[in-house]
C-alpha cells in the first residue's frame, strides 16, 4: 500500500497529500498523519483514496460516535475533534478567498459554533425497498454512492427521532407501497403555542390504502408526531389529521416568530441560525432612517429583525410562496416591511436600479450565489455596506472579486458559522464597506 503525509483537508474533509507528483485526497486522513491509503480513482493531475491504516495519528483525531460514519455519507469529519472541524472551515473560507480572489478580509471573526449532536431540525431521509439487502433501507446517501446507508440511529438527529428510526422500519415494512415511499422528511418547529414538535412528511409514489393510513395516524400518535403525506410536488404536502398546519422558530433576541410549513427552505440548526442573525445584524448595523434591501430574503429570516431594528426593509425573493410567506410573517409580527419576487439570477443594472437606493443591503443567496446582483450595483453609488451570508465559499469569493475589483468595496471582515457540524459544509457571513 502507498504511504502519504497529509497536509491539509480539502472542502470536502479529506486528506490533501502530494505522491508521484500528483495531489492525492485521501477520505478519513487528517492533517499531520502519515497513512497507508488504497487509491479509488486515478486522474491525470489527481488521485481520490480511502485512508486504511494510520501510521502517525493526528492530535485531533477522535472516535466517531456514529457506528455508520464509516458508510453514510450523511456526515464527513465525526473522526475529527469539532473545535477543529470550524477552525477547518475557516481556513477553507480563507484558502477561497485567496486563490480565487486574491482577497484577504481585513479581519477573521471568531466562529459562530453551537451543539455538535442532535442539531438538525430538518433532514430528508431516503428510502428504498432493497430485498437483496434485507428489505426496507431508510437514511442518508452512501458515501461515493446512490446507495441509501440502513440507519439504526442517527446522532446529528434530535434524540427521539433517531431513537424512532427502528420502528420507523417496521412501520414502512408494514405499508402496501413501502416500494414506493421515496422520501421521508423530517421537520422539526414550535406550535404556535411554543410547544415542541416534529413532522414526519411521507412523499409517496402511489396512493395510500386505507389500512396504510390507519397505520400512519397510529404510529404518529404512538410517537408523538405529526404524519403528512405528498403525492406530488413540495406543495401537495398535507397532514393526515386536522390541525394547525404553520411551524414556528422564534429569534428571541429580536422578539420575532417566524411561520413555515414542511417543504419550505428553513435552517437546519436553529441554534446557530440565531448565532448567525446576531452577527449579520452587528455587522449590518440597521439604524431608523435607514432604507435597507434584503436580497434572497426568503420568509423573513433577516428582513424581520432588520426592521425590528427601525430600518426601512425591502426584501426581494425568487419564490412568490416565500414572498407571502414573508409578508404574512412581518403582518404578524406587526412589523412594516415590503417584499417582491424576481428572478435575482437575471438581475441588471436597470432592474436593480428600479428597487430604488440602498443605505445597505444583505445577501443570502444559495450556492450558485449572486454574481448576477454583484456586477448589477452602481460602481459609485451603491450601498456604503453590504453583509454577504454564504452557504459556498467558492461562490463567496467570486462575488467579492467584483465587488472589490469592479465596484470598489474593501472585505472588512469574514468569519464562519458551523451551521452544520460533522460536514464539510461552510457557512459564512463577509462584510463589504466602500472606503
Known sequence: ???????????????????????????????????????????????????????????????PRCPHFWVCGGCSSQHLDPLAQAAVKQRVMEDAFWHIARLRPEVIYPAMTGQAWGYRQRARLGVRQVSTRGGVLIGFHEKRSSYIADLACCFVLPPHVSAMLPRLHALVEGLSIADRIPQIEVVMGERRSGESVTVLVFRHLLPFSDADLEQLRSFGEMEGVDVWQQPGQPDT???????????????????????????????????????????????????????????????G????????????????????????????????????????????????????????????LLLDPPREGAIAVA????????????????????TLARDAAVLVREKGYVLRGAGIANMFPHTSHVESVALFERP
Open 1 to 63: 500500500m502507498p504511504v502519504a503525509v497529509i497536509e491539509s483537508l480539502d472542502f470536502e474533509s479529506r486528506g490533501v497529500a502530494r505522491a508521484g507528483g500528483k495531489t492525492v485526497f485521501v477520505e478519513g486522513a487528517l492533517p499531520g498523519e502519515t497513512v497507508e491509503y488504497e487509491v479509488l480513482r486515478v486522474r491525470p493531475t489527481y488521485e481520490r483514496a480511502s485512508a486504511t491504516r494510520i501510521l502517525h495519528e493526528s492530535a485531533q483525531r477522535v472516535a
Open 301 to 360: 429570516n433577516f428582513s424581520l429583525p432588520i426592521a425590528r431594528r427601525g430600518a426601512t426593509v425591502v426584501g426581494v425573493e425568487g419564490s412568490a410562496a416565500m414572498v407571502a410567506r414573508a409578508t404574512a410573517n412581518a403582518r404578524a409580527n406587526g412589523l412594516e416591511a415590503v417584499f417582491h419576487a424576481a428572478d435575482l439570477f437575471e438581475t441588471t443594472g436597470d432592474s436593480f436600479a428600479a428597487l430604488g437606493p440602498f443605505d445597505k
Open 237 to 299: 404536502a398535507r397532514p393526515l389529521a386536522d390541525g394547525e398546519c404553520d411551524l414556528f422558530y422564534f429569534l428571541p433576541e429580536f422578539d420575532v416568530r417566524l411561520a413555515y410549513r414542511p417543504g419550505d427552505f428553513t435552517q437546519v440548526n436553529v441554534h446557530t441560525n440565531r448565532l448567525l442573525v446576531r452577527r449579520a445584524m452587528q455587522l449590518l448595523d440597521p439604524r431608523a432612517g435607514e432604507r435597507i434591501g434584503d436580497l434572497f430574503c426568503g420568509m
Open 375 to 394: 456586477k448589477a450595483i452602481e460602481s459609485r453609488h451603491g450601498p456604503q455596506r453590504i453583509v454577504y451570508v454564504s452557504c459556498n465559499p467558492a
